[in-house]
């Protein structure tokens, strides 16, 4: 399984705005795409209050292409948020199960 983490940090002032796209729109498409077997959804902390994050579970990586397509290994964003992310980065990790 490929373990996927992206962390977005939104322009300053626009952390409301991204908070409802993340709730509304972010959440439910990845709760409920095809290959994913977990999703883990980060919310800003007191000290980072602009930044966001997925972990994902991903069953493989053919699963991963198919929703994001050969380039997996670059930030993808949907055009709702994009006017409202300042970065992105996006990290897959070979998941260890204990």
Sequence with gaps: ???????????????????????????PLMTSTKGIVSVLPGAPRENSPNEFCFVM??????????????????PHIHPDEAKLVLSRTIKHYDLVEG
């Design 57 to 74: 579970v991903w069953k493989d990586i053919e699963s991963l292409k198919a929703f994001v397509g050969e380039d997996y290994e670059n």
């Design 1 to 27: 399984m490929i373990m996927r983490i992206f962390q977005v940090t939104t322009h300053p002032a626009k952390e409301a705005e991204f908070s409802t796209f993340f709730h509304e729109t972010a959440i």
